[in-house]
């Protein structure tokens, strides 16, 4: 079977730092781009980061985020970890890990998702 599965996440407080991880397995992990997604309550599900499939690796993230997260992926583990550092009140969402062949914020061409895990940083 396919699973992602997402872990990591929790109460922080503004300023703090939390480290999310997504395990793959059931296919081919090095093929694929691996991308991290939130939805925040009552907003729509937002790109947040991305790593290309294994044998490129370049790595994408949407401007909320710049400089505060970051990902990467070890092929061996089949683990993508994404390092969120200076947390803020509104990174407050449920983040979700995501298999795709290409990087993309939109939410369409990912095959694979996880289950989710909540993120809540209290200012």
């Known amino acids: 079977d396919v699973q992602l599965q997402a872990s990591g996440g929790g109460l922080v407080q503004a300023g703090g730092s939390l480290r999310l991880s997504c395990v793959a397995s059931?296919?081919?992990?090095?093929?694929?781009?691996i991308a991290w997604f939130r939805q925040a309550p009552g907003k729509e599900r937002e790109g947040v980061s991305c790593?290309?499939?294994?044998?490129?690796?370049?790595?994408f993230y949407d401007d909320s985020v710049k400089g505060r997260f970051t990902i990467s992926r070890d092929n061996v583990k089949n683990t993508v970890t994404l390092q969120m550092n200076n947390l803020k009140p509104e990174d407050t969402a449920v983040y979700y890990c995501?298999?795709?062949?290409?990087?993309?914020?939109?939410?369409?061409?990912?095959?694979?998702w996880g289950q989710g895990t909540l993120v809540t940083v209290s200012s």
């Open positions: 790593v290309r499939r294994s044998d490129d690796g370049t790595t």
């Open positions: 059931g296919f081919i992990f090095d093929d694929y781009a």
């Open positions: 995501a298999a795709g062949g290409v990087c993309t914020w939109s939410t369409g061409p990912y095959k694979h």
